[in-house]
Nanobody, 124 residues
Framework: QVQLVESGGGLVQAGGSLRLSCAASGRTLSNIAMGWFRQAPGKEREFQAAINWSGSSTDYADSVKGRFTISRDNAKNTVYLQMNSLKPEDTAIYYC?????????????????WGQGTQVTVSS
């Protein structure tokens, strides 16, 4: 398994932007698929974005397509989530996840390493 630490969350006004980072340790990210999920109070954890091991393939939830961008820098062992045009309904704890493999993964059950989460709050 890989250890993951998220950062970059905070309070932002609607329409604003944030960039989340997920730093990995314990092993290289070069053959690991990564994803971002979020969980709002009283709701299930939901998929946001996924990226394959090389960064050549990505997947997004319909609700964030065109607003969020996932990327990775394997040399820095870091994955990012750029979030633009934020809405109050984007308020949640955001988690990054990892799983050894080559392809994008969109189900939380497919991942076996999780970070502790970072809070994102979007005010109206």
């Amino acid at each position: 398994q890989v250890q993951l630490v998220e950062s970059g969350g905070g309070l932002v006004q609607a329409g604003g932007s944030l960039r989340l980072s997920c730093a990995a340790s314990g092993r290289t990210l070069s053959n690991i698929a990564m994803g971002w999920f979020r969980q709002a109070p009283g709701k299930e954890r939901e998929f946001q974005a996924a990226i394959n091991w090389s960064g050549s393939s990505t997947d997004y939830a319909d609700s964030v397509k065109g607003r969020f961008t996932i990327s990775r820098d394997n040399a820095k062992n870091t994955v990012y989530l750029q979030m633009n045009s934020l809405k109050p309904e984007d308020t949640a704890i955001y988690y990054c996840a990892a799983k050894r493999g080559w392809h994008t993964l969109i189900s939380s059950q497919q991942y076996d390493s999780w970070g502790q989460g970072t809070q994102v709050t979007v005010s109206s």
